[in-house]
């Protein structure tokens, strides 16, 4: 699985793009990030109105609607890093695979003093799945990560993390890359 935000750790190793940065400015980092082919398909691809919200908090306090291009470009990292190739090693497997997408930016980490310039940031995921309550902030973290820890575990003991009995809660089997994953 990924996580909606993964870019948001990795964005010092991409070329340097401004929270206040413009559709052109956007542009320009796509093509030396990408190179020119691919990197004059990422604006369309990644623009301000088609990213899922929310977007995270950007430097010193400019929220994610004010650095929709800064956000744009952390996304796209984030997917050609992560997102994409685990969705085509899902994608090549011979045995069934299970996807997910992990959107909820926690409210509070040991790793980062502010979660919200972070969002749904690589290894975010990994108390919920454990239930790592120190890091669980509320009733809604707590049920997230109790059905999350029974998928997970139910995967572990069958293969199958919908044999275990963990309600409504179901994680489909990946079918392709353009297969819907489970939001959690």
């Not at 996580?3 to 190793?13: A, H, I, P, R």
Request: aromatic share 12%; glycine share 10%.
């Amino acid at each position: 699985g990924t996580n909606l935000d993964e870019g948001t750790e990795f964005m010092s190793l991409t070329p340097s793009i401004a929270c206040n940065a413009s559709a052109r400015d956007f542009a320009s980092w796509s093509n030396h990030f990408y190179g020119g082919t691919l990197g004059g398909q990422v604006p369309d691809l990644y623009s301000p109105e088609k990213l899922e919200r929310p977007l995270p908090v950007c430097g010193l306090g400019a929220s994610g609607e004010e650095a929709p291009y800064y956000n744009a470009a952390m996304r796209s990292a984030g997917d050609a890093a992560i997102r994409c190739p685990t969705a085509l090693l899902a994608e090549a497997n011979l045995m069934p695979s299970y996807m997910y997408l992990f959107t909820l930016t926690p409210a509070k980490s040991v790793n980062f003093d502010n979660t919200t310039t972070y969002g749904a940031f690589h290894g975010a995921e990994v108390p919920f799945v454990f239930g790592a309550n120190f890091e669980l902030a509320n009733g809604t973290e707590r049920a997230l990560s109790r059905a999350m820890g029974c998928l997970w575990a139910s995967f572990l003991a069958t293969g199958d993390p919908n044999s275990g009995g963990c309600g409504n809660q179901k994680w489909p089997i990946s079918q392709s890359s353009q297969a819907p994953s489970p939001y959690l």
